[in-house]
């Protein structure tokens, strides 16, 4: 397929770098658990891939996509891709200026989207002042979370910073940035799926104002490392993501309960969200005792970060995908109005088909990695039931994207001529 530079490009390559990420992920997962870690270079270049090549790259997409002339933006999209191979480049030799070099360009790569950004708060159901609140605290947060990763490798804060500098990087991109946007973004295209009306604006500017709001205060307790701000911090991002799950939920009810592929995942998605911000406070709640009431290593961290990670992050991405790609690849595809809408309901069927397994395999092997982490309070690595469990997670979540990797393949190779004629 000749690659176009529209939206459709973005969305497909963005999965693509999410694929090779969760390949490596389950390989440093599998490594976790069977005693034999990967190096520090091969954890960077599965977060850098998950996160900039795959999350940002597919939310870029979608900023695209909200607009009424899809064009072509070649230079977005290669300042994107070169941004996230320079980055990992860097990565692997450790080589600073170019890591730097890759996060000015990839800064550089979300400055043209800030007039689709403007767009999105001008249409936003919830009224400008706080969708400016919302979304100004995810941009600083991209500039912020960017400079803060320029910064520390080329020392630019003090050394006795470094640590601090770190935790800002990290909490800046993951949940200042990715997980405000998507909550954004899910706030318009999930009614869009279901052709209804969000549940509740109200509900909506509630969730606009506390999230951003207990991800400030939470970030201010991770950085004077007092738990007793971090705490209140995770529980006004709590309200927010409740308040957000049951405005989703309710937006479903609303609309008659419809079963599609593409809303059942965001469906999934709010859940995880909250059941991670519940875990994360647990886990600061846990620190308050010295020792901590219980150990918490890089395993546990793992399977509670990726509750956010698998279960919020990319299932909501992947309901996204499964909306909108069918929509995108017939419009690209076929110039033909007569023949773009059999086209797109033979994509749709692709997209649809076995979804009901791919939930429930990212689903179970979401929740298998916390159950692994929770096992080896009881059991030592090598155990049999650590054993299994870690398995059979790592078989559903490569199941489960399998799927949707066989099911773009399909989708790539339908004919539009022949779809026309069915
Ligand atoms: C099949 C899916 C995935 C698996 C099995 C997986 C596994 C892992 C493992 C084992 C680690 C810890 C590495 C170490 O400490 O040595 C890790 C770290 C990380 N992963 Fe993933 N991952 C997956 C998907 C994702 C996705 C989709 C994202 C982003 C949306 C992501 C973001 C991160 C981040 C930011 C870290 C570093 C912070 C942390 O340890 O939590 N991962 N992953």
Known sequence: ????????????????????????????????????????????????????????????????????????????????????????????????????????????????????LVRQIRHSAMGAPVSYWFYGIAMVSLAGGLLAGTAVPLRLMPYEYIGQGRLLHIHLLTQGFVLLMIVGAMHAQFPAFLNARLHSPMLGQLTFTLLPLGFVVLLAGFLTATLWVQIPGGAL??????????????????????????????????????????????????????????????????????????????????????????????????????????YEAALTGIIGRWSLIQLWALSVGTMCIAVVAALVWQYPLNATPVKAVAGAGALMLATGLGLFATKLVQMLIEDPERASKL
Request: aromatic share 10%; hydrophobic share 50%; with cysteine.
């Open 237 to 342: 991002m709590l309200i927010g993501a409740l308040l957000y799950s049951y405005n989703i939920v309710r937006t479903w009810t609303d609309a008659g309960r419809p079963r599609k592929p593409a809303s059942d995942l965001c469906l999934l998605a709010t859940f995880y969200l909250v059941v991670a911000i519940a875990c994360g406070i647990l886990v600061s709640v846990n620190m308050l005792g010295d020792p901590p009431f219980m150990p918490f290593g890089s395993l546990h961290l793992t399977a509670y970060t990726h509750l956010a990670f698998i279960g919020f992050m990319l299932l909501s991405l992947l309901g996204a995908l499964t909306d909108l790609l069918p929509r995108l690849m017939a419009e690209e595809r076929t110039p033909s109005n007569k023949k773009r809408g059999p």
């Open 1 to 116: 397929m000749k690659l176009s530079y529209r939206p459709l490009s973005f969305l497909l390559m963005g999965f693509v770098w999410v694929l090779i990420a969760c390949l490596l992920g389950l390989a440093l997962f599998l490594g976790m658990t069977t005693g034999r870690p990967y190096g520090q270079v091969f954890r960077s270049l599965h977060v850098h891939s998950a996160l900039i090549g795959g999350v940002m790259q597919i939310i870029a997409g979608l900023l695209l996509a909200g607009r009424e002339h899809r064009k072509s933006e070649p230079l977005i999209f290669i300042a994107l891709n070169l941004g996230t191979l320079g980055m990992l480049i860097g990565q692997a030799h450790g080589h600073f200026p170019l890591m730097s070099l890759a996060a000015i360009v990839l800064l550089g790569a979300f400055f043209p989207l800030r007039e689709d």
